[in-house]
Every structure is written in structure tokens, then in C-alpha cells.
């Protein structure tokens, strides 16, 4: 008779301010019975998922596997091949998911100017980078993580040339324990066209074409020449043009911030004519009709998430929504940009739920799951290590008791950082239960 | 330093021309020369149709002239920067109509991008460029036959997703529905429910179906009241009265806008009351008003009928301009309490000067001086004598605890703390003062006061017997206040059912409304919303919302308007063409942002 074992999970830094970094898995463990959501578009139901030593080593169905085998994996014989078993039956398992284009742990509360951190001065910043500014205790981060969240790309905003992004894990002790992936990305923030007025200067406040636009082209063309130029320059100094090798080398993905048609037009054709090619769209809410040019310069796209208003007044007020679903059958390669909505850096542990807004307006939910698991992982590079649950990749997932897509329904009850088991615990979490036991105390 | 000209030629031949100059190193473009040739013959397919593309002087001012099966077709090109844009006229199903193709050019080889066709769909081109056949001749244009002439429909309001006629109260008859009554009875499955005139008239299983009533099968369909936001800022033009720290005088009701378009936006959300509220300039904020969602109405017919009166009161960082700089009284909570106190002590004494006054004979009041009157003061005095009530934007637990004596000192109670993000540190004696709490479902962290703003505040108070609701501040959130519902379930320890109530009954009652509006209950408002499934699941659409019976939101009809508003705005954009002529007096299209309008939100 199958008999499984039962381990409760200790949360034994419950005492400490911020979570303490769980220690390195020196036990094995086998999640049993759950719907494996694979993160590529499969699903295994009566899964049994093993992982050693922070590497996924065993993904399968029950199904095809024999009693005496699963008894093996667990029984207390010289044998066994897993330390620890969670019965997970009922429960779904989910590869960990991953932010794009977060200011996560470089600002802690937006309104205070001396924690905020995520916008140098200046136009043209490819020397800036992110990831020595990351607070990998920050209140925020934690909070990510009973929703799922684990691993996010941290990106500078402001100027034309924001700056750098590197990827991180969230549990960590400092920047670059937190570290997954140095100075991925570089953000580069497209002029736009349009322009409302300045009302504050006495104009009209409605939209207007942008005079200065070309210009901006052209002074940034003249920046990425200046810095090609450089290039051939021994032993430079110039801090900027040097930051821009890898850029014009192809080595760093640019992150193009672009919205309406002409923009990503305009953009794409200028960073193909440097001959760069690792190229991501970002936002991208006004492209409906730009898809075909995406598809054919196989150019991913990180939509803006859909809790914002439509474009005009007498847009549909559900275009938000059903975009996403005209970009995957479109045949790009789709991720979501969780900016634009209200408290927009703390409601990225809402990142699912706009996977599962996205999922209502026509997306089959395997598929939504990839735009937040595996395609984020190939557009950060790292899909080699993470994003599915695959044998051989990082053991970085987590448990939910329901649909982990819808509100109603998500329930983290386990969550895994290359296979070290994260405290669920939070700032939050805390106080809940601190004021809950208050009342109940009192009664 | 680089100071230099580049010109097309040796400088001082006559017919040379100064392309650029350079000033100290920076750029300056006299005559662009970095457009590409693009001259020569193009062939393209647009509805079915061959239409040959002729541009020629493409470098400097590009001109195309265009054939189709050897007739001229009228067209307009413009190059800006390198965006070459055609403008095709041509007659389709015997009227004229217009296509447009824009193109990037790159190279000279082809002309690619994307168009929009004669009947406005988006398309795709990509042509190569033929050598131009010389000595070919062009026909005389001929006279085009004028656009149609067209004339919209007047909707209320007139503007996108406007209604042509006032919706009717209707009489149904659902049958099969999942309904969450919020009553006693909870969510009954496979029951049915009759509205008529207006108000609900039967909820039960297996109802007949009165005579002349419709009937709307609604299988595998949830129905539940309609939701109420206790805390919007939407269809209002203006918010904040920052001039004082005591605007009672001011009131929302007399800058309502019913065009806003978040009006519709709400209902295809399912909601259909809210109050607008003061913003958060002041602590003591301005008079509100509480609205049906009536899309198409007049004002005076959207304002809930005999709606108890409510006044904004604000507390913590706004009222103190923490977050800007400011130097009016008060900048700390501590002056915040004084402002309430010096206010409330001047309005009572107004109030019981008048109602001395009052008190006294014809004769006796002839010999005295009548007291002047004082419209802040007088809105005060109403807030004392419990005849108008208080929501209170709030944060933190000191001040929310503040104010609750402030008002037990002048012997009166707080109806509502808004936002009060802290409150489930103060739960207990919020229950014992008998106010509600109207909160955010998971924001925090934006400023100072929200650090210890938790997702589990609701559940928490809800726990300790607060009435609890959830709201929005934010007129694209209010449209999703369901999944703020399912927040509310997701952090903390209640039923499905109890999170649903947080955005129906609780904020009724806390407005005082739930004799009519809130749940489903024989005798009250048809303020109904059909969902397509849980009403709190994300992956379910609101597909029906009536107000007292009639239909304000239909998802079915919602797609037709879709397609009307597209052929509305083709027809308008083929006469701006028409009209775009030399000499034209022209107005730019001039859309106006949109503005996520929230209580912080100032008029300059």
C-alpha cells in the first residue's frame, strides 16, 4: 500500500525583520500527485516532480510508473531516492514566475525622494546600472513571492538610455547573491511622436504632433555613431560610448520602449540599421496593426498589462484585454510589462492575475502561464535554467492549492528557489497575524 | 572646436546650395539629403483591386500618381521624415471612399508597411519597384464624384458608446441562475428571478412566468446586485477645492459630467452606484454626490434619489502636503485634530445661535439681529446633528483614532474611514464607535503612511465586526471591482460570500442605501448584473447590467455599438480628406488625455 509520508514545512525564521535566505537543499524532494503546469503549453495531471541539490531530476506522470517504484522513492529503505515527499494531490505545481521591466527593490516607497532609486538624471545613461542599487531586502520583493513571483529582470527608468538590467532570484542576501543574470538588458525609452499639451504652461492640454521629434531621432542616431566610433579608439575614456559596446556588439538585449506603430517602426528600423538584432518591444499597446513587421523581425513583445483605460474615449473599453490574444496568433513570442496600473511595483505580485485577465479574452491558460514562465525566460536568456519544469533546470516553482492564474483560487503553499524552500512568510503576513490574535485574544 | 558647411557642390559655383552647417560640432540641416530615391513603378493590391503607383521627385517633394485598369485615381502624398504616406480616392460600391497606405522607407527597392483599405480594415503591402515605362500618358483627371455626404446619429451623451433612447425599465423573467441574494437565503443555485417596474418582484425556483414578461435563460449564469463604489472620483470635472483646510462648502453634485465615458466603462463592470467624492486637498473636503451609472441621462435623473448627504473629511500625508510643498495650517497630524476641533466649535455655536434665534416669538426676533448665514458652517452643523454624514480618508492608526474623539466629543459618529489602510490596528474601536471601513483590496507602498497597508486589512476588520467595503479611488479600477472582491477572499479568513458583499451590501449600507439597493431582495431596486460565470473568477465577463429593470450594459449589443463607432469614424475621417484642401480652414484632431483621476487629483 502506497503510504505516504507527511512533512510539514518549519518556517524557522519567522523571528527575523526580513526573510532570511533559506539555506542550500541538501534534501532531496518529490512533489507528489499535483497537475504539473509545465510552463511550455503541457500539463501532466498525477505528477510526480523530484529535485536534488537545487535541479529538477525527475519529471513524470504517475500514470506510467508502478507502485514499487513511487514506494522506492520515499520508503525508508538504504534505497530511497528522495529525502522528503509533499503530497501535493489536488494541488497544482507551476514553474517559479518571472517579472520583466521592475524597479522591484530599487525604490521602497515611491513618495520618499530618499528611497527612490530607479531614475538617474540624464538622457543618455547605457553606463548605469541597476543591479548594484537592488535592495534584496526590500518589504516588496518579499511580498512577491507567496503569489509565485520568484525571479524578476531589474530595469532603470528616466532619460532616452535608461540604462542596464540585470535578472535576479528573490532570496537573497544582498545584490549579488540575488543575482542571476548581470547587465541582460538595456532600456531604451523611444521618443514619441505625439505629445499632450503642457497644461501647466497655459497650452492646450489636448494631443499634438511632436515638434521635436525628428530632432530626438537624430541626436540619438548621433549617439549611437559617436559610440561606434569609439569603438575603434584604444584604451577610452568615455565612459558612455564604452557602455555602448556590448550594446552595438549584440551582446545586450535592447529593450525598446515603444508603444504606437510609428514608434516601434521607426525604432526597430534604427537599431536594425546598427545591425542590432536582440531586440524586445516593450509596451506595445497601439500595435495592432504593426504585428506582421513584429512577426517578421521575430521581435518578442512584453505588453502592458491590461488593467489600464483603452487608448481614447471611444476605444473598447476590453482592447486591453483581448490584445494579447491578437499578438499570439500573430505568432510572437509574448510576455507582460506590469507597469501602468495603479501602485503598479507592489501589484507585481499580481503578474499572474494579468496572465489570467489576458487567458478571459480567448488564451488557452497553459499557453497565458508561458507569457509570465517560459517566455520571459527565453527574452532574459536564462530558459536554459529556467521557466519550465524540465529535467536539468533550476528546481525554481511552486505550489498552489488552486488555479494559480485567478484570484479566487491562488494559494501558494510551497515555494522553491533552485530547490531551497522559501518562508512564505512577509512583512504583511506578519501583521495579519499579529492583529488577527489581538481580537481573537480579546474574545 | 568643429565649425563647418557641407554643400552640394564647390562653394562658390552659382548653382551650389548649402546642405548642412555644422557649429560647434552639433548638427544643423539647411536641405535634407538623407532621403532615399524611391522614384519608379509600383504595383499593390488593395480590396481585390490593381491599382499601378507612379512616384516620381521622390527626394525632394514626392509626387505619385496612380492608375487603376487605366483610370486615374486621385491621391494625396506627403513625405515626413522618412514616412511616405499615400492617400488613395477611389469609388467603391459606387461611392467614393478613401485608403491610405504609410510606408518606412529603407530601402529603394520596395515600398512595405501597412494600409488601412477601402472598407477600414488594416492591411499589409510589400512591392518592388519597377523601372517607370517611359512616354507613358496620363488621362485628364477626372471630376471625382463627391463623398457622401453623412451625418451621424445625436447619442446621449453625444460621444462614443452614447444610447440613442433612454433605456426602459423591462419585466423578465430569469430562469436557471446561480443568484447571490446577500440575504439570509445566500447563493441559491438553479433559481430564478422576475423583475418588473423597476424593482425585483420574486426570486425563487421554478417561478411562472407572468404575462408579457421576457425571458432570459441564465444557465450556468450568476446573478448578483449591482456594485456599489463608496469611494469614486469618475464623471466629475473637478476634485479638489485646495484653496482652505475647510471647503464643506463646495459640493461634487454641482460639477458632475455625464459624458465621462467611465460611466459606460463601469457598467460593462457591473457597477451601478457610486459616490464621487471630494478629493483629499483639505481635512475637512467638500459635499458628495452618490449617482446611478444612468449612461445617456441627464444629471438630475442619475443623483440617487433621497440619498442620505455625505461630506469628505481627509486626514495624513495629503492634508498635511507631505508630498509637495505647501505651508497653509496644518503640516502635521497635530494641527490636523485643531483644524476639526476650531471648526466643529465655530459650527456649533452657528447652529445654536440660529436655533436660538428660532426659538424666538415674531416679536422678539424683530428686536434682534437674524444670524448671518454660513454655508460651511451650515454644512457642518447638519455633520453634528447626524443629518449629513462623514467619509473620512484615512491612513494610519493615530489619526483614525483621532478623529473618532473628535466626533465623540461633539457627540456625533464617523459613517465611513476611506482607504483606512491601518485600520485593522484599530478594528476594535472602529466596531465600538460604530463606523465602517471602506477599503483598498492590496495597494501600498506608493507613500509613507501605506507601509503597513496589508491586503488582510479587510478580513481582519470584517472579523472584528466592522462593516466592511471595498472601493475604488480610481475610475479604471472601479470597472474591475470584482476581482478586488476575490483579493479580499484570496488574503485573509472569510467566505466567497462575504468578499462579495464588501462591493454590494456593505458599502449600501455604509451610504445608507441598502433599503434599496445591495442585494437581491423582493421589494428593492433591479439594480442587476448577469455574469457569464463566478462573478469574482477573472476569467468571467459581466454580460448584462440593468439599473431599476432597465438595460444599461449589454455585451452583445456592446460589439455592435463597436462596429458603428468604426464606421462613424472612417466617414468623418473620408470628409476631413474632402475638406483637406489649399487654403482650408483646418482644426487638428485634439483628443484630451485621459486621467486616472484619484483623490489627489487639483484643477490648475
Known amino acids: 500500500m502506497k503510504k505516504i509520508i507527511l512533512l510539514n514545512i518549519l518556517f524557522l525564521n519567522l523571528i527575523y525583520s526580513q526573510q532570511t535566505p533559506a539555506p542550500t537543499q541538501d534534501k532531496s524532494i518529490l512533489i507528489y500527485g499535483s497537475t504539473a503546469h509545465i510552463g511550455n503549453g503541457q500539463t501532466i495531471k498525477n505528477s510526480v516532480i523530484g529535485f536534488t541539490d537545487g535541479v529538477i531530476d525527475l519529471v513524470a506522470s504517475t500514470d506510467g510508473i508502478w507502485s514499487n517504484e513511487i514506494l522506492m522513492m520515499f520508503s525508508d529503505s538504504n534505497n530511497k531516492k528522495y529525502d522528503t515527499i509533499i503530497d501535493a494531490s489536488n494541488s497544482h505545481v507551476y514553474p517559479g514566475i518571472i517579472a520583466l521591466n521592475t524597479n522591484l527593490g530599487l525604490v521602497e516607497v515611491d513618495a520618499v525622494r530618499a528611497s527612490v532609486d530607479d531614475d538617474e538624471t540624464g538622457t543618455y545613461l547605457p553606463e548605469i546600472r541597476s543591479i548594484i542599487a537592488y535592495n534584496a531586502e526590500s518589504k516588496a520583493v518579499e511580498s512577491m513571492r507567496p503569489n509565485g513571483v520568484l525571479l524578476a529582470q531589474i530595469a532603470p527608468n528616466g532619460g532616452i538610455i535608461s540604462g542596464k538590467s540585470s535578472v535576479v532570484q528573490f532570496d537573497a542576501w544582498n545584490w549579488e547573491d540575488a543575482v542571476i543574470k548581470y547587465d541582460q538588458g538595456i532600456h531604451l525609452n523611444w521618443p514619441s511622436p505625439y505629445t499632450f499639451g503642457r497644461w501647466w504652461l497655459g497650452e492646450d492640454r489636448g494631443l499634438k504632433a511632436n515638434n521635436n521629434y525628428s530632432k530626438q531621432i537624430k541626436d540619438l542616431k548621433n549617439f549611437f555613431e559617436k559610440s561606434k566610433a569609439n569603438m575603434n579608439i584604444e584604451n577610452s575614456m568615455n565612459l558612455k560610448s564604452n557602455a555602448m559596446k556590448t550594446v552595438l556588439d549584440g551582446e545586450t538585449t535592447v529593450y525598446l520602449y515603444a508603444d504606437d506603430e510609428k514608434e516601434i517602426v521607426d525604432g526597430v528600423t534604427f537599431l536594425k540599421s546598427f545591425g542590432i538584432d536582440k531586440i524586445v518591444i516593450v509596451g506595445a499597446t497601439e500595435s495592432k496593426n504593426q504585428l506582421n513587421f513584429i512577426k517578421v523581425n521575430n521581435i518578442p513583445v512584453v505588453v502592458k498589462q491590461p488593467y489600464r483605460f483603452p487608448q481614447s474615449v471611444d476605444s473598447d473599453p476590453m482592447e486591453t484585454f483581448a490584445i494579447a490574444k491578437k499578438m499570439l496568433d500573430a505568432g510572437i513570442l509574448v510576455s507582460i510589462d506590469p507597469t501602468g496600473t495603479a501602485s503598479a511595483r507592489v501589484s507585481i505580485r499580481n503578474l499572474p492575475f494579468y496572465a489570467g485577465s489576458f487567458s478571459s479574452f480567448g488564451i488557452d491558460k497553459e499557453v497565458a502561464l508561458s507569457m509570465i514562465t517560459h517566455n520571459p525566460a527565453k527574452i532574459l536568456g536564462i530558459d536554459k535554467d529556467f521557466g519550465t519544469l524540465e529535467v536539468g533546470k533550476s528546481a525554481t516553482l511552486f505550489i498552489s492549492k488552486g488555479d494559480a492564474l485567478d484570484i479566487i483560487s491562488n494559494n501558494v503553499t510551497h515555494a522553491f528557489i533552485s530547490g531551497r524552500n522559501l518562508s512564505l512568510e512577509t512583512h504583511q503576513t506578519r501583521l495579519w497575524r499579529r492583529y488577527s490574535n489581538k481580537y481573537s485574544d480579546s474574545q | ?604
Not at chain 2, 555644422?22 to 499593390?44: A, C, F, P, S, V
Open chain 2, 1 to 604: 572646436m568643429s565649425n563647418f558647411l557641407i554643400t552640394s557642390g564647390p562653394i562658390f559655383d552659382d548653382k551650389t546650395e548649402i546642405n548642412e552647417n555644422w557649429i560647434k560640432g552639433q548638427r544643423h540641416i539647411i536641405k535634407n539629403t538623407d532621403n532615399i530615391n524611391i522614384d519608379g513603378e509600383y504595383n499593390l493590391t488593395i480590396n481585390n483591386k490593381p491599382y499601378e503607383i507612379v512616384i516620381s521627385n521622390s527626394l525632394l517633394r514626392p509626387n505619385a500618381k496612380i492608375k487603376r485598369d487605366s483610370i486615374d485615381i486621385k491621391s494625396k502624398t506627403s513625405l515626413v521624415d522618412d514616412w511616405l504616406n499615400i492617400t488613395l480616392f477611389d469609388s467603391i460600391d459606387g461611392n467614393l471612399s478613401l485608403a491610405q497606405i504609410s510606408s518606412k522607407i529603407t530601402s529603394a527597392d520596395n515600398l512595405s508597411g501597412r494600409g488601412i483599405d477601402f472598407k477600414n480594415e488594416a492591411f499589409l503591402f510589400n512591392s518592388s519597384r519597377k523601372e517607370i515605362k517611359k512616354n507613358i500618358k496620363y488621362k485628364e483627371l477626372k471630376k471625382s464624384s463627391s463623398i457622401k455626404s453623412f451625418v451621424s446619429d445625436v447619442t446621449f451623451p453625444n460621444v462614443g458608446f452614447g444610447i440613442s433612447s433612454t433605456p426602459k425599465s423591462q419585466s423578465i423573467h430569469f430562469k436557471n441562475a446561480t443568484i447571490w441574494t446577500n440575504e439570509n437565503e445566500g447563493i441559491i443555485e438553479n433559481s430564478d428571478i422576475l423583475i418588473d417596474n423597476g424593482k425585483i418582484i420574486a426570486i425563487g425556483q421554478n417561478l411562472e412566468t407572468p404575462k408579457n414578461f421576457s425571458i432570459i435563460d441564465a444557465s450556468d449564469k450568476h446573478i448578483t446586485s449591482g456594485i456599489v463604489d463608496e469611494h469614486s472620483h469618475m464623471a466629475a470635472s473637478s476634485i479638489n477645492e485646495g484653496g482652505h483646510n475647510s471647503s464643506a462648502e463646495v459640493s461634487i453634485m454641482d460639477v458632475i459630467n455625464p459624458d465621462d465615458v467611465n460611466i459606460y466603462r463601469n457598467l460593462a463592470g457591473g457597477v451601478t452606484t457610486v459616490q464621487i467624492l471630494h478629493g483629499s486637498a483639505n481635512p475637512i473636503g467638500g459635499q458628495s454626490a452618490i449617482i446611478k451609472l444612468k449612461w445617456g441621462s441627464e444629471i438630475d435623473d442619475m443623483f440617487f434619489k433621497d440619498a442620505d448627504p455625505f461630506i469628505k473629511f481627509a486626514l495624513g500625508e495629503n492634508v498635511k502636503q507631505s508630498n509637495w510643498s505647501g505651508s497653509r495650517f496644518p503640516q502635521t497630524r497635530m494641527g490636523v485634530e485643531q483644524v476639526f476641533v476650531d471648526h466643529f466649535d465655530r459650527a456649533k455655536h452657528y447652529g445654536e445661535t440660529w436655533d436660538r434665534y428660532n426659538s424666538l416669538s415674531k416679536r422678539q426676533k424683530n428686536s434682534n439681529n437674524k444670524p448671518r448665514y454660513d454655508e460651511e458652517l451650515e454644512t457642518l452643523w447638519e455633520v453634528i446633528n447626524g443629518k449629513r454624514f462623514v467619509s473620512s480618508h484615512s491612513y494610519v492608526q493615530s489619526e483614525i483614532n483621532m478623529l473618532m474623539k473628535v466626533a465623540e466629543k461633539f457627540d456625533f459618529r464617523i459613517k465611513i474611514f476611506t482607504h483606512i489602510l491601518e485600520g485593522y490596528k484599530v478594528a476594535d474601536k472602529m466596531a465600538k464607535h460604530g463606523v465602517g471601513g471602506s477599503t483598498f483590496s492590496d495597494w501600498w507602498g506608493y507613500k509613507f503612511e501605506v507601509n503597513d497597508a496589508i491586503p488582510f486589512n479587510a478580513s481582519i476588520m470584517h472579523n472584528a465586526g466592522v462593516t466592511v467595503a471595498l472601493n475604488s479611488d480610481n475610475s479604471e479600477l472601479s470597472r474591475r471591482l470584482n476581482l478586488e472582491a476575490a483579493k479580499a477572499f484570496k488574503y485573509g479568513n472569510i467566505s466567497e460570500e462575504e468578499a462579495w458583499k464588501f462591493v454590494t451590501i456593505n458599502p449600501a449600507k455604509l451610504l445608507n442605501l441598502d433599503e434599496k439597493v445591495g442585494s437581491l431582495k423582493v421589494g428593492k431596486d433591479a439594480d442587476i448584473v448577469m455574469w457569464s460565470g463566478h462573478p469574482m473568477s477573472l476569467y468571467t465577463k459581466a454580460e448584462k447590467t440593468y439599473i431599476e429593470g432597465a438595460l444599461y450594459f449589454d455585451l452583445a449589443e456592446h460589439t455592435i455599438k463597436l462596429n458603428q463607432i468604426k464606421d462613424e469614424k472612417s466617414e468623418l475621417i473620408k470628409l476631413m480628406f474632402e475638406e483637406n484642401t489649399p487654403g482650408a480652414n483646418l482644426k487638428f484632431p485634439n483628443p484630451m488625455p485621459q486621467i486616472e483621476v484619484d483623490c489627489e487629483y487639483t484643477e490648475f
